[in-house]
């Protein structure tokens, strides 16, 4: 589970990016923690890159999808 210490740099979010289902090789718009929708497991992706198609798979949970947890978004100012 994703964790965190400083609840200042936080910001809840109802936007539709943590709605879509990503498929290993599938290219993510959004740079960010993934969680696997199946085990729970989660990786860090860049924007524009694809999602890892040989991280792990499941044998007998199901397939692989990926659910985007925590997504990281630059600061307007630059810094």
């Known amino acids: 589970m994703a964790q965190y210490k400083y ?3 936080i910001v809840e979010t109802k936007s539709w990016a943590f ?3 990503w498929k290993p090789g599938q290219v993510v ?3 960010g923690i993934y969680r696997c ?3 729970g497991d989660e990786i860090v992706v860049d924007k524009g890159a694809a999602i ?3 991280h792990h798979e499941h044998t007998l949970l199901g397939p ?3 659910k ?3 997504f990281a ?3 307007p100012s630059g810094g």
């Open 7 to 9: 609840p200042t740099h």
């Open 19 to 21: 709605d879509q289902d």
């Open 29 to 31: 718009r959004n740079a």
């Open 37 to 39: 929708t199946t085990c």
């Open 52 to 54: 890892p198609k040989s």
């Open 64 to 66: 692989v999808a990926w």
């Open 68 to 70: 985007l947890l925590v």
């Open 73 to 75: 978004q630059k600061h």
